[in-house]
Nanobody, 116 residues
């Protein structure tokens, strides 16, 4: 099983990025998919999630209205569209696939740096 994140980079405040998480070895649509982030010196935190039943989405308060999580089952990929990025969004972003009866898988992370 492999989750591969991409799309990170350097962006100015107010800019946008779209992160992708491509899965292999699993059918991603059968898992709840989440994006987490970890800033230097801070704990890893959940940013957004999308369930495998119903596609219900949830977001941490600090990104509501700015980030959107979505999935393309045909591509076995989950996305995180990030708009109006702020300095405090700088972190390594990780993708997670979770299914209670099966297990948890993590990607290797992608760096997002918001800087002027």
């Amino acid at each position: 099983v492999q989750l591969v994140e991409s799309g990170g980079g350097l962006v100015q405040p107010g800019g946008s990025l779209r992160l992708s998480c491509a899965a292999s070895g699993i059918t991603f649509s059968a898992y709840t998919a989440s994006w987490y982030r970890q800033a230097p010196g801070k704990e890893r935190e959940s940013v957004a999630a999308i369930t495998y039943i119903g596609g219900t989405t949830t977001y941490t308060d600090s990104v509501k209205g700015r980030f959107t999580i979505s999935r393309d089952n045909a591509k076995n990929t989950v996305y995180l569209q990030m708009n109006n990025l702020k300095l405090e969004d700088t972190a390594v972003y990780y993708c997670k696939a979770f299914r209670a009866t099966i297990g948890t898988y993590w990607g290797q992370g992608t760096q997002v740096t918001v800087s002027s």
